[in-house]
């Protein structure tokens, strides 16, 4: 397949084997470090598997975030949306509020609301399974993906239970799926860095394995380009891997690009100034290469990316575009460079201008909804 490029002995084979198996973490270390023209076939056989695998469709939901209270007691390091209880910008959510934000996301079609929000001091799990059957009362039929594994392990301590009847309570309460928030990286020497005050790797790996065994099925994340080694982004993937080897509840995996500018680490000069573009394109291939059909959905943040970046990475492995989000309070205190809501129309045009097909998913990717609006380029 390859013998007419320019390409390195050692990377072809490993791209050659790619075509049948996962490749290993030493594999693809040696991806994460390639560099000239090893990267296009690198790309070129990610885009590839992506076909097989997940065909020429790209997904997208109609959803909305709901970020019901900045308050945080955590304060992650990269984190510029969280405020302490006194700050004059906190602020919590009430019913009246909530539901008015969801009445304007299903007269506009929503499939799913994204509860997320700050981990507040004393929110025990009642106060979560509120605000689950607050929508889910009025709302039955739209899909709740929702908290954080900080949160139900906080939520579990304050009220006095362990986590597994902590998820059954909260899935009993209509919670759909579980964001994979707060994974950020996945190894203890860069989360005592970004998050020493949430949940380690260990806790987290728990906490997600019992979400799914209870039924509630979710997204993995990773979010790179502050402090960790491309090693450690190696790692953080087969964790991922290894953990739905067990469980088969991750929906999609979701690479998340670090939004340095209005970053405390950034402004503290702990951190990096994020990943460049060639990094980001290597990181989407890399996980497609060592995720393959065991988790056949790979997703574009374009609110971290940019609708044009977010573009020029669905052809690097990925087949999902995520959701046009109706605003996200924490993309918008980093800086998301386009805005925080999509429209239909936009998503469309960056899928048929690939000559791919755009459909609307649920939460869970067991339902599709074509679309056909008739928009052949995005104004981006
Ligand atoms: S990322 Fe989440 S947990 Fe961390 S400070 Fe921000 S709101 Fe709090």
């Not at 943040?301 to 609708?307: A, L, P, Q, R, T």
């Amino acid at each position: 397949m390859f013998s007419k490029l320019p390409i390195s002995s050692k990377t072809e084979k490993i791209l050659t084997k790619s075509l049948d198996e996962a490749i290993t973490v030493e594999e693809a270390n040696h991806l994460m470090n390639i560099k000239g023209t090893d990267l296009y076939p690198l790309l070129a056989t990610a885009d590839y598997l992506r076909h097989e695998i997940a065909g020429d469709d790209v997904t997208f939901i109609n959803n909305c975030n709901i970020n019901f209270t900045n308050i945080c007691t955590v304060r992650c390091g990269f984190c510029a949306f969280g405020k302490d209880a006194g700050d004059p910008e906190a602020y919590i959510l009430n019913d009246e509020q909530i539901l008015t934000k969801a009445q304007g996301a299903v007269e506009k079609g929503a499939h799913e609301f994204c509860l997320m929000g700050g981990v507040l001091p004393d929110a025990d799990i009642e106060y979560y399974e509120h605000l689950l059957r607050l929508l889910k009362g009025e709302y039955p039929n739209v899909m709740i993906h929702g908290f954080s594994p900080t949160m139900i392990n906080d939520a579990c301590t304050v009220s006095g239970i362990d986590i597994a009847e902590g998820c059954e309570r909260l899935c009993d309460a209509g919670l759909d799926t579980l964001p994979g928030t707060a994974a950020e990286i996945l190894t203890d020497r860069s989360r005592e860095i970004i998050c020493p005050e949430k949940v380690n790797v260990q806790e987290w790996i728990d906490i997600v394995k019992i979400a799914h065994e209870v039924g509630i099925p979710g997204s993995a994340t990773i979010m790179y380009g502050h402090v960790e080694t491309l090693k450690e982004r190696v790692e953080h993937i087969d964790i991922i891997r290894r953990l739905q080897e067990e469980t088969h509840g991750f929906t999609e995996f979701i690479p998340m690009t670090f939004m340095h500018e209005y970053s405390p680490i950034f402004l503290e000069g702990q951190s990096n100034l994020g990943a460049s573009g060639i990094e980001d394109l290597k990181l989407y291939a890399v996980s497609r290469l060592m995720l393959r059909d065991l988790i056949p959905n790979i997703q574009v943040s374009w609110v971290k990316m940019g609708f044009r970046f977010a573009h020029v990475a669905l052809t690097a492995g990925t087949n999902d575009l995520g959701g046009t989000l109706g605003g996200d309070e924490l993309s918008e205190a980093s800086g998301a460079p386009d805005g925080v809501e999509a429209s239909i129309e936009t998503l469309e045009g960056m899928v048929r201008d690939l000559g791919r097909n755009p459909v609307e998913r649920n939460s869970k990717y067991t339902e599709f909804y074509p679309i056909n609006k008739g928009i052949e380029m995005p104004t981006l």
